[in-house]
């Protein structure tokens, strides 16, 4: 069982970036998947989250309207559109999945994680 | 500033009993929410201890357990060790203006 993030990388204010999370090991399908960072010496911040079949979509006050979250079940991946990049969104951004199946909404516990990747915003 | 509120540390010496707080309001725990709580070792991601308040996935030894009440939850650990020092983080569900899904900001833990 395993999510491995890619995309990372330096990126100037205003310009975009998109992340991938691979999964492996379980049934795509079935699990949510959540994005959460974690800016340099801080603590953990949900920034959006999917539902088990994509149908909804779930997303931080800090990021809504600049980032779209999406999945694609032929490739057990997760992606995460980032726009409008800023200087606050610099951190290691991890995926995560829900403990149980069919989870929709952020009710649960994230049993699976990745190692993160590192998205720096500077000039 | 995070919606629940953790103590930005504790400490205790080596197999003694420590318990980290996470206050919350009538939006998330308040709200019979669950709460989950995760370590973060250095350099690693973080990895759920216990889930839905008080149950612990299975690897996770029996000294780590939680519990909840009204607008709080509390996290405790016995025998402590010294691979215990760490971050540890609560989560829940905000129904409010906050959002989904919050997280507390976090508890460093240092063994003495």
């Known amino acids: 069982v395993q999510l491995v993030e890619s995309g990372g990388g330096v990126v100037q204010p205003g310009r975009s970036l998109r992340l991938s999370c691979a999964a492996s090991g379980f049934t795509f399908s079935y699990y949510a998947i959540h994005w959460v960072r974690q800016a340099p010496g801080k603590g953990l911040e949900w920034v959006t989250g999917i539902s088990y079949d994509g149908t909804n979509k779930y997303y931080a006050d800090s990021v809504k309207g600049r980032f779209t979250i999406s999945r694609d079940s032929s490739k057990n991946t997760v992606y995460i559109q980032m726009n409008s990049l800023r200087t606050e969104d610099t951190a290691v951004y991890y995926c995560?999945?829900?403990?149980?199946?069919?989870?929709?909404?952020?009710?649960?516990?994230?049993?699976?994680w990745g190692q993160g990747t590192v998205v720096t915003v500077s000039s | 500033q995070s919606v629940l509120t953790q103590p930005p540390s504790v400490s205790g010496a080596p197999g003694q009993r420590v318990t980290i707080s996470c206050t919350g309001t009538?939006?998330?725990?308040?709200?019979?929410?669950?709460v989950h709580w995760y370590q973060q070792l250095p350099g690693t991601a973080p990895k759920v201890l216990i889930y839905d308040n008080n149950n612990r996935p299975s690897g996770v030894p029996d000294r780590f357990s939680g519990s909840k009440s009204g607008t709080s939850a509390s996290l405790a650990i016995s025998g402590l060790q010294a691979e215990d020092e760490a971050d540890y983080y609560c989560q829940s569900y905000d129904s409010g203006l906050s959002g989904y899904v919050v997280f507390g900001g976090g508890t460093k833990l240092t063994v003495l």
């Open positions: 995560a999945r829900d403990l149980p199946t069919y989870g929709d909404g952020g009710y649960y516990a994230m049993s699976v």
């Open positions: 009538s939006s998330n725990i308040g709200a019979n929410y669950d």
